[in-house]
Protein backbone atom coordinates (compact mmCIF):
# COMPACT_ATOMS: atom_id res chain seq x y z
CA UNK A 1 0.00 0.00 0.00
CA UNK A 2 1.21 3.44 -0.52
CA UNK A 3 1.42 4.61 3.16
CA UNK A 4 3.74 1.69 3.94
CA UNK A 5 5.77 2.51 0.86
CA UNK A 6 5.92 6.25 2.17
CA UNK A 7 6.75 4.85 5.73
CA UNK A 8 10.02 3.14 4.78
CA UNK A 9 10.77 6.72 2.80
CA UNK A 10 12.18 7.93 6.34
CA UNK A 11 14.95 5.18 6.82
CA UNK A 12 16.61 6.81 3.48
CA UNK A 13 16.07 10.26 4.61
CA UNK A 14 17.29 9.19 8.39
CA UNK A 15 20.84 7.77 7.52
CA UNK A 16 21.11 10.49 4.59
CA UNK A 17 20.66 13.00 7.14
CA UNK A 18 23.56 12.08 9.38
CA UNK A 19 26.35 10.68 6.64
CA UNK A 20 25.30 11.70 3.35
CA UNK A 21 24.77 15.30 2.14
CA UNK A 22 24.67 13.71 -1.34
CA UNK A 23 22.18 11.58 -1.10
CA UNK A 24 20.12 14.20 0.50
CA UNK A 25 19.99 15.81 -1.92
CA UNK A 26 19.56 13.55 -4.60
CA UNK A 27 16.27 12.61 -2.47
CA UNK A 28 15.25 16.48 -2.58
CA UNK A 29 15.50 16.59 -6.71
CA UNK A 30 13.41 13.31 -7.04
CA UNK A 31 10.85 14.03 -4.14
CA UNK A 32 8.46 14.17 -6.54
CA UNK A 33 9.03 10.96 -8.18
CA UNK A 34 9.06 9.37 -5.37
CA UNK A 35 5.58 10.55 -3.72
CA UNK A 36 4.42 9.39 -6.98
CA UNK A 37 5.76 6.40 -6.19
CA UNK A 38 7.77 5.95 -9.70
CA UNK A 39 9.65 2.47 -10.01
CA UNK A 40 12.70 3.69 -10.86
CA UNK A 41 13.47 6.30 -8.66
CA UNK A 42 12.55 3.79 -5.65
CA UNK A 43 14.72 1.28 -6.83
CA UNK A 44 17.60 4.13 -6.52
CA UNK A 45 16.69 5.05 -3.27
CA UNK A 46 16.44 1.23 -1.54
CA UNK A 47 19.69 0.40 -3.08
CA UNK A 48 21.72 3.61 -1.84
CA UNK A 49 20.14 3.13 1.16
CA UNK A 50 20.62 -0.18 2.13
CA UNK A 51 24.72 0.49 0.87
CA UNK A 52 24.77 3.40 3.26
CA UNK A 53 23.25 0.86 6.46
CA UNK A 54 25.92 -1.24 5.41
CA UNK A 55 29.06 0.82 4.88
CA UNK A 56 27.57 2.40 8.57
CA UNK A 57 27.72 -1.51 9.79
CA UNK A 58 30.66 -1.88 9.08
CA UNK A 59 32.94 0.62 9.79
CA UNK A 60 31.26 1.62 12.56
CA UNK A 61 32.81 -0.76 14.78
CA UNK A 62 30.04 -1.68 17.04
CA UNK A 63 28.19 -3.51 14.50
CA UNK A 64 26.50 -5.27 16.91
CA UNK A 65 25.14 -1.77 18.62
CA UNK A 66 26.79 -3.12 22.18
CA UNK A 67 27.28 0.67 22.92
CA UNK A 68 25.20 3.31 23.10
CA UNK A 69 25.34 5.32 20.17
CA UNK A 70 22.75 4.42 18.03
CA UNK A 71 23.08 7.04 14.74
CA UNK A 72 20.87 4.90 12.98
CA UNK A 73 18.29 5.75 15.61
CA UNK A 74 17.90 9.31 15.11
CA UNK A 75 14.59 10.31 15.24
CA UNK A 76 13.85 7.03 17.64
CA UNK A 77 13.29 8.77 20.85
CA UNK A 78 10.44 9.48 20.35
CA UNK A 79 9.36 7.72 17.94
CA UNK A 80 9.13 4.53 19.77
CA UNK A 81 7.26 6.30 22.73
CA UNK A 82 4.42 7.59 19.67
CA UNK A 83 4.41 4.37 18.45
CA UNK A 84 3.16 3.11 21.78
CA UNK A 85 0.51 6.42 22.63
CA UNK A 86 -1.21 5.54 19.51
CA UNK A 87 -1.48 1.66 20.12
CA UNK A 88 0.58 1.80 17.20
CA UNK A 89 -2.33 2.97 14.42
CA UNK A 90 0.94 5.24 13.65
CA UNK A 91 3.32 2.96 11.33
CA UNK A 92 7.09 3.19 12.33
CA UNK A 93 8.33 4.77 9.31
CA UNK A 94 5.43 7.76 10.14
CA UNK A 95 6.73 7.71 14.03
CA UNK A 96 9.78 8.43 13.01
CA UNK A 97 9.30 11.19 10.40
CA UNK A 98 7.89 12.64 13.39
CA UNK A 99 10.41 11.87 15.55
CA UNK A 100 13.20 12.89 13.08
CA UNK A 101 10.91 16.87 12.51
CA UNK A 102 10.79 17.11 16.38
CA UNK A 103 14.84 16.56 16.51
CA UNK A 104 15.49 18.52 13.80
CA UNK A 105 13.59 21.63 15.32
CA UNK A 106 15.74 20.76 18.83
CA UNK A 107 18.82 20.95 17.04
CA UNK A 108 17.93 24.39 15.25
CA UNK A 109 16.50 25.63 18.65
CA UNK A 110 19.85 24.49 20.33
CA UNK A 111 21.87 26.20 17.84
CA UNK A 112 23.30 23.36 16.27
CA UNK A 113 21.57 23.88 13.07
CA UNK A 114 21.07 26.64 10.99
CA UNK A 115 17.28 27.51 9.70
CA UNK A 116 17.97 26.96 6.02
CA UNK A 117 18.67 23.35 6.70
CA UNK A 118 16.29 22.58 9.24
CA UNK A 119 13.31 23.92 6.78
CA UNK A 120 14.94 21.67 4.14
CA UNK A 121 14.33 18.60 6.28
CA UNK A 122 10.96 19.01 7.22
CA UNK A 123 10.09 20.68 3.84
CA UNK A 124 11.44 17.43 2.00
CA UNK A 125 9.46 14.94 4.65
CA UNK A 126 6.26 16.87 3.88
CA UNK A 127 6.76 16.60 0.28
CA UNK A 128 7.55 12.67 0.30
CA UNK A 129 3.86 13.12 2.10
CA UNK A 130 4.58 12.55 5.61
CA UNK A 131 1.89 14.10 8.25
CA UNK A 132 4.78 15.45 10.56
CA UNK A 133 2.25 15.92 13.65
CA UNK A 134 0.30 13.42 15.56
CA UNK A 135 -2.50 14.65 18.64
CA UNK A 136 -0.47 11.95 20.75
CA UNK A 137 2.09 14.53 21.28
CA UNK A 138 0.27 16.09 22.76
CA UNK A 139 -1.16 13.29 24.98
CA UNK A 140 -0.85 14.21 28.94
CA UNK A 141 -0.37 12.26 31.50
CA UNK A 142 -2.22 11.84 35.52
CA UNK A 143 -0.12 14.81 36.18
CA UNK A 144 -0.14 16.79 33.25
CA UNK A 145 3.05 15.93 31.46
CA UNK A 146 2.87 15.20 28.18
CA UNK A 147 3.54 11.30 27.75
CA UNK A 148 6.17 11.53 25.09
CA UNK A 149 8.84 12.90 26.95
CA UNK A 150 8.78 9.24 29.10
CA UNK A 151 10.37 8.41 25.88
CA UNK A 152 13.93 9.93 26.90
CA UNK A 153 13.90 7.78 30.14
CA UNK A 154 12.36 4.50 28.37
CA UNK A 155 15.37 5.04 25.08
CA UNK A 156 18.20 5.99 28.06
CA UNK A 157 16.66 2.20 29.80
CA UNK A 158 16.89 0.55 25.66
CA UNK A 159 20.27 1.87 25.55
CA UNK A 160 21.36 0.02 28.64
CA UNK A 161 22.08 3.44 30.79
CA UNK A 162 23.51 6.38 28.55
CA UNK A 163 21.04 8.76 27.05
CA UNK A 164 22.75 8.82 23.37
CA UNK A 165 20.60 11.24 21.31
CA UNK A 166 21.79 11.92 17.53
CA UNK A 167 21.40 15.41 16.54
CA UNK A 168 22.47 17.26 13.82
CA UNK A 169 24.87 20.06 13.08
CA UNK A 170 23.87 20.02 9.37
CA UNK A 171 22.89 17.96 6.62
CA UNK A 172 24.74 14.64 6.58
CA UNK A 173 26.76 15.94 9.36
CA UNK A 174 24.76 13.74 12.78
CA UNK A 175 26.59 14.22 16.22
CA UNK A 176 25.77 12.99 19.72
CA UNK A 177 24.55 14.34 22.64
CA UNK A 178 23.87 12.61 26.23
CA UNK A 179 20.80 15.11 27.22
CA UNK A 180 18.00 16.57 26.27
CA UNK A 181 16.38 20.19 27.45
CA UNK A 182 12.75 19.26 28.33
CA UNK A 183 11.76 22.72 27.87
CA UNK A 184 13.40 22.86 24.48
CA UNK A 185 11.77 19.31 23.84
CA UNK A 186 8.32 20.89 24.45
CA UNK A 187 8.99 23.97 22.63
CA UNK A 188 9.63 22.07 20.00
CA UNK A 189 6.55 19.86 20.32
CA UNK A 190 4.36 23.08 20.42
CA UNK A 191 6.71 24.55 17.12
CA UNK A 192 5.71 21.44 15.15
CA UNK A 193 2.14 21.62 16.10
CA UNK A 194 1.76 25.24 15.13
CA UNK A 195 3.27 24.35 11.51
CA UNK A 196 0.58 21.72 11.34
CA UNK A 197 -2.13 24.17 12.13
CA UNK A 198 -0.88 26.59 9.49
CA UNK A 199 -0.70 24.05 7.22
CA UNK A 200 -4.01 23.34 7.33
CA UNK A 201 -3.37 19.58 6.85
CA UNK A 202 -5.09 17.01 8.80
CA UNK A 203 -4.00 13.64 10.04
CA UNK A 204 -5.72 11.34 7.08
CA UNK A 205 -4.65 7.55 8.73
CA UNK A 206 -4.91 5.10 5.83
CA UNK A 207 -4.25 7.66 2.87
Same mark, same amino acid.
Given at each position: ?????????????????????????????????? *??????????????? *????????????????????????????????????????????? *?????????????????????????????????????????????????????????????????????????????????????????????????????????????????
Amino acid at each position: PPRDKRAGYVEAVKVALIRDSAFFNEIERGAERL *AAFEPEAMQRLIYRC *AELHMNHIATSGDPFEFGSARPLDFGHWAAHKLEQISDYRIRHGE *AVATGIALDVIYSRRMGFLDSVSAERILGLLEKLGFELFANELLHEDSSGSLVVLKGLEEFREHLGGQLTITLLQGVGRGFEVHEMDSVVVLDSIHELHERHQQSGSALVVGA
